[in-house]
């Protein structure tokens, strides 16, 4: 088991890649079975692999000409843990402002993130990141 001051510094390393558009950089801290488990009724909610999540990390920041800021609001660490409160700022490339809230529980293995839950504010995901599309709807 990893010490939760080094589970903390890889989630800063985490939203440091995430912020830079670092996809490569951000998957690489994932363990080769980790996921991420993301909230809600979204085109983009879900459970998706390692794989997945390096297959379409990148179309995420296309988005984002300007690039999408995140920002750790609050960080508690237990065991292999780490739960987040974060923010994030950017432009979407439909020139709508993309402000959202997110709470984060990342689980650790062997050092990587295991397990990645998601939680955000799905409406805004609806309205700005999925265009007012839902899941079930042509």
Known sequence: MTSTADNKQVVEQF??????????????LYHPRGSL?????????GTYSRDQIAAFGGDIFDAFPQGLAFSIVGMTAEGDRVAVEA??????????????FYHFLFEFRDGKVYRL????????????LCGGQRPGQS
């Open 15 to 28: 939203f440091s890649c995430l912020s830079s558009g670092d996809v490569e950089g951000f998957v690489a």
């Open 37 to 45: 488990w993301t909230s809600g009724n979204t085109l983009m909610s």
């Open 87 to 100: 923010e994030s700022k950017g432009e979407h490339s439909s020139g709508q402002l993309y402000h959202n």
């Open 117 to 128: 839950k998601e939680y955000m504010d799905t409406e805004k995901v609806t309205d700005v």
